[in-house]
């Protein structure tokens, strides 16, 4: 073994965890990203205890009786947000709804951060012709605007969860394998991707342990708002209808679809999912922009 | 200047015949054959061949691609199977309730949003800077379509300040030469017109205008506090210019640069977002005409629809890329 690849080692070792943990610490000062922190948290633990602290399931009967004409009861001690249009908690539902709104944004942000990491740094690593055709498809992906895009695709795969998560999936594809084709451009030319290639670290390793670690910063930044607007993706093609098709299905953006009938005799029931959409999205949203500051070199030392 | 046109253009090539194999491809992924689509669930065995036929479908695909540009190419987008009516035609009549719509959202959005990000800069730090931030982050959190639940149920069914739904008064019987109603009262001198016509736009737009709001807010404030700390600024305040005329020649001025490029960017995607704020206000615009399609499986309506929204996304991004390198000299030279 060399000197430069035993050196090499401890630089690897020391680089990217100093970043890391200068991120961590501007990040924990930052009452902004606080915040977001705890309603994310917030709502991971909602979803993960719904049946322990939900009143009442999801799909139960608990008033349907007293519902009329014209409405069913609102706000009360026992419902503490009323009562929904098939006589079902509206506090359950929403408690269980984490659960899915949650899981697929988590899922779909994840599954297009993933596909577009290695074709962005595929593209940006091997250049060429590669790059010209990865890259032109992204292109083409992107000339369709996002929401177009998914409900293309939900229509040609049919309504349904995992359909949504697919559809909101591959609308992030692009995106991810833009921004880090363009990350890893810049690393590339870097003189420690040099320094690897001159001691004949295999292209592989070069890519994985000394480009991608440089890369990811932006991408983390860019996952987490993904993530926010996954949850408003999905919740904007169940308001449109392309949700999951079992009405028995508590995903917020589902219930709201229902209420726009009823806006006017039980404006409650569509405060309540939408609230919590708003919070969720918003947690998420305060994330990504406390890491991005914590994570800008240029800010960096101002401790 | 020229060179850097023609580059962009050429490279609008590839993209609009990525997007015509996308879109080709698209129908015939769908699930059953496309003339089972054409014709819906109870066709005969021999009304689908006769179909198939008549559509060039029992033909190789390279062979049916090409057939499918020269269709395209030549303007037409295919027919509806529902209404029977051709695609192109339809979008003459919502193409320009869309648009409508989205400049309206961009104009509340710029109105508003440059002013508060400006001041917002100028009180760094103040209360009302806070807010501006903690204010443009919920903007950017709220769904489009609950905003635009809240909007109505607020203003429309509690307060009847404004309409709920729709482009013009139910009631009315005016002509609409151009389509775009606004345009429409202005030529035809129709005070009342013109004051429905906006009336109806309001709540559309503010929901619709949300993101872009929270967007040039937040370009606007990072822009100027930029460029107020730039040496021209100082000099010019140093020679003694009144703060006013600094704000105003200099630092607005150079501070608007970045912001043009993200209006851009935001009226192509409005026009995307506009499907679900035409669904809560039944706006008769593109979006809600693709949102009905999905639901009546009217798939010729929603590859001409999705088409052609794409052909002007990408179009308005290019005048973006154009104008920006015009503004700034230093995009057009790299």
């Given amino acids: 073994m060399s000197i430069a690849e035993l050196e090499g080692a401890d630089v690897q070792r020391d680089a990217p965890s100093g970043l890391w943990r200068e991120a961590w610490s501007r990040l924990r000062r930052n009452p902004v990203a606080i915040i977001g922190f705890c309603l994310v948290v917030f709502f991971a633990l909602v979803a993960l205890l719904a049946p322990w602290i939900a009143p009442f399931g999801p799909n139960q009967d608990v008033g349907f009786s007293q519902c009329s004409t014209s409405g069913c009861p609102g706000p009360s001690i026992h419902h503490w947000l009323g009562i929904d249009l098939n006589g079902r908690d509206e506090l359950s539902r929403i408690i269980f709804g984490a659960r899915f709104s949650l899981l697929i944004g988590f899922v779909s942000a994840l599954s297009g951060l993933s596909i577009g990491l290695v074709l962005g740094s595929i593209a940006g690593y091997a250049g060429g012709l590669i790059d010209t055709i990865v890259m032109r498809c992204m292109d083409v992906m992107l000339a369709i605007p996002g929401l177009l895009l998914a409900i293309g695709i939900v229509a040609m795969l049919g309504t349904g969860l995992w359909q949504i998560m697919v559809a909101v999936g591959v609308t992030n594809v692009p995106i991810f394998a833009r921004l880090l084709r363009g990350s890893v451009l810049v690393q590339r030319e870097q003189d420690f991707v040099l320094a690897a290639r001159a001691v004949g670290v295999r292209r592989r390793a070069i890519l994985f342990s000394h480009i991608l670690p440089n890369a990811i910063s932006p991408v983390i930044v860019q996952g987490t708002l993904a993530m926010a607007t996954a949850i408003i993706d999905v919740a904007g093609l169940g308001f449109l209808g392309l949700g999951p098709q079992d009405p028995a299905t508590p995903e917020w953006g589902t219930m709201l679809t229902q209420v726009n009938e009823y806006l006017q005799s039980a404006p409650w029931l569509a405060i309540a999912p939408g609230v919590a959409i708003v919070l969720s999205v918003l947690g998420f949203n305060l994330i990504g922009d406390g890491l991005r500051e914590a994570l800008d070199p240029k800010l960096r030392g101002r401790v | ?334």
């Fill in chain 2, 1 to 334: 200047m020229l060179r850097f046109i023609v580059r962009r253009l050429l490279l609008l090539v590839p993209i609009l015949l990525g997007l015509s194999i996308l879109v080709f491809g698209w129908i015939r992924a769908l699930p059953g054959s496309p003339a089972q689509t054409l014709l819906g669930e109870r066709a005969t065995p021999q009304l689908i061949l006769q179909v198939r036929h008549q559509y060039g479908l029992d033909k190789p695909l390279p062979i049916q691609y090409w057939d499918y540009l020269k269709t395209v190419s030549s303007g037409n987008l295919g027919t509806s199977i529902t209404t029977y009516r051709p695609v192109t035609y339809e979008l003459q009549h919502r193409f320009p309730a869309t648009v409508e719509l989205a400049l309206g959202a961009m104009i509340f959005a710029i109105g508003v949003g440059i002013p508060l990000g400006f001041f917002a800069a100028k009180k760094y730090g103040s209360f009302f800077d806070q807010s501006s931030l903690v204010g443009s982050l919920i903007g950017i959190s709220i769904p489009i379509f609950f905003l635009g639940l809240i909007l109505k149920y607020i203003f429309a069914v509690r307060l009847h300040w404004l309409p709920s739904i729709g482009r013009e008064d139910i009631l009315a019987t005016r002509a609409h030469p151009t389509n775009f109603y606004v345009l429409d009262a202005i030529i035809g001198l129709d005070p009342g017109g013109l004051w429905d016509a906006i009336r109806h736009l309001i709540l559309p737009s503010i929901a619709l205008g949300s993101i872009p709001l929270a967007i040039v807010t937040r370009i606007t404030r990072a822009s100027v506090l930029d460029v107020q700390h730039e040496d021209y600024v100082r000099t010019a305040r140093a020679k003694g210019l009144p703060p006013n005329e600094v704000d105003r020649r200099h630092v607005l001025r150079n501070a608007l640069l970045p912001i043009s490029t993200i209006i851009g960017l935001q009226t192509g995607l409005l026009l995307s977002g506009a499907v679900l704020t035409e669904k809560v206000f039944a706006w008769p615009g593109v979006g809600s005409w693709l949102t009905s399609a999905i639901a009546s499986r009217d798939y010729p309506v929603l590859q001409g629809g999705i088409l052609f929204v794409a052909i002007v996304f990408v179009l308005v991004n290019l005048v973006v890329d154009i104008s920006y390198a015009i503004i700034n000299p230093r995009i057009r030279l790299s």
